[in-house]
């Protein structure tokens, strides 16, 4: 994983710094108990995947939202970020490219983060870049690459989504030299090891032939364009261009009703199965999640049952 992370990343890590875990929400998991506690604050994207808050609330900490909007393309704000930043606050989780919206942060906001976080050196950082891999319009940013925040870093990756092993349960980590040994010892006797068959298929991954992850991404990246083209033509609907990782995060918000309510009429009524904003956290109302991790004809097939649910849903508005 270190040559990997050299080749990738272009940063150094020494490999007794690494973790392999079965599945990245090891990792959250891990990172979220040994800085969660009563009386400490966590910062977590919203939407954002839900397991961030459900950690953060299991923890006993309090979970404070880093609102991700749609009119700065789902990425956050380094100010806004900085000014959530109280004597409590403990661990900032940050998650580019995103899910469920597809945002990147852009490198200029994270010079900004970094730089502010300087003056709160208490505070440490869980990076999810499990969709590092899946970027479009600008090369991925990773965290690993700013040196002054290295001692309070915890990063997050994994196979799931470069190499489509989800089933496999898999992913890694790097942590700061001071927190690696209790991040083994709550490995140990949380579950023991990663089993051996699905580590040889990972070193068969990182190891083997690339050019099928382009081959993917270019896939993606056609997918993406056509359906953000194709949402933006049906009436109340309009969705920003995500630049990472396999979603889109259209706004539903002129049809007038709740998302989850359009969720659940598009799956029983159309059979076109969507993921309510609400899901990832409380500024997801007035959007879905879409994943254009499917063929380009079965997203062809789902645009045009959501254009003829929203045309039906139209009339049934109106008369």
Known sequence: MANDILKYRNVSVHPDEILVVPGGKVVLFFA???FGESGAEILYPNPS?????????????RAVPIPLL???GFAFSADEVLNLITEKTTLIII???ANPTGGTVPKSEIDKLVAGLQEFPHVAILSDEIYSRICYDEEHTTLLAYPEIRDRLILLDGWSKTYAMTGWRLGYSVWPQQLIEPAQRLAINCHS??????????IAAIEGP???????????????????????????????LPHGAFYAFPNIIQTGKSAQQIQ???????????VAGTSFGTLGEGYLRLSYAASL???????????????TSSLQTYN
């Open 95 to 97: 998650n580019s490219p």
């Open 193 to 202: 090891c990663v089993n051996t068959p699905a580590q040889y298929g990972a």
């Open 32 to 34: 979220i108990l040994m």
């Open 70 to 72: 749609e009119k700065n």
């Open 49 to 61: 995947f839900p397991i961030y808050q459900s950690v953060i609330d299991f923890s006993g900490a």
């Open 297 to 311: 004809d079965d997203l062809k097939v789902a645009v045009y049952r959501l254009n003829e649910y929203c045309s």
């Open 210 to 240: 690339q050019d099928f992850v382009a081959e993917m991404n270019r896939a993606f990246l056609t997918r993406r364009d056509y359906l953000v083209n194709a949402l933006n033509t049906i009436e109340d609907v309009r969705c920003t």
């Open 264 to 274: 659940n009429e598009l799956l029983n009524d159309h059979f076109v199965a969507t």
